[in-house]
């Protein structure tokens, strides 16, 4: 079976638990304080934090973003693209590209270089850091090699029943330096 069957086929398992279950309402990624103390710092020693604003299937980041002094910035999809802002609360967002909350066109533009940690869910992940999203490409192109300037570090954001031992990979595919569940922080080799 190719690749691209293999990541069809586990995007349509997830989907369907998605419907056949009530979400993920107010589940919080794991608290910052139990991630070990080298990612704690990198964290917290960070000027700009890019996030999400969390699907029903994704993990809320409300806590973090309380436990984090640093400037906050979320994507929006413009064409084939996604595109980073700051926003600083509820009324700085609209419903966007596929019924995702997004800053609201006026916010100001955040460059990628001006990015130091990327929050970056997904579908899922495996153990390796590899990324399985909604299918778009839109963080596989932002976050590609080389692409952008000087790359932020990335930490994979998923429920911990979507993180699974082994994805196939695509040399395209985004792969992330830490994984960050409800329970539990994962460090990847890269």
């Known amino acids: 079976m190719s690749k691209n069957r293999i990541k069809i086929l586990t995007r349509r398992v997830f989907n369907d638990r998605k419907k056949a279950s ?7 990624i794991l608290d910052i304080e139990k991630w070990p103390q080298k990612w704690q710092d990198k964290v917290r020693n960070a000027r700009m934090i890019a996030g999400y604003m969390p699907l029903s299937d994704e993990l809320s980041l409300d806590a973090f973003w309380r436990s984090i002094p ?12 996604i595109v980073f802002y700051e926003a600083f609360g509820e009324g700085s967002f609209e419903s966007g590209s596929f019924s995702i909350l997004e800053p609201k066109k006026g916010m100001s533009r955040v460059e990628i270089s001006q990015i ?7 579908t899922a992940y495996d153990r390796d850091g590899t990324r399985l999203g909604r299918g778009k490409g839109f963080y596989d192109r932002c976050f590609s090699e080389g692409r952008n300037g000087k790359k932020p570090l990335l930490i994979g954001v998923v429920p911990s029943e979507n993180l699974l031992s082994r994805l196939p990979r695509d040399p395209w595919d ?17």
């Not at 130091?116 to 997904?122: F, I, K, N, R, S």
Request: net charge negative; aromatic share 6%; glycine share 10%.
């Open 116 to 122: 130091d940690v990327v929050l970056v869910p997904a």
């Open 22 to 28: 009530s979400g993920l309402f107010g589940k919080e």
């Open 70 to 81: 640093a400037g906050k910035c979320f994507p929006r999809v413009e064409g084939e693209e």
């Open 174 to 190: 985004l792969r992330v330096s830490a994984i960050v569940t409800e329970q539990e922080f994962l460090e990847v080799s890269l």
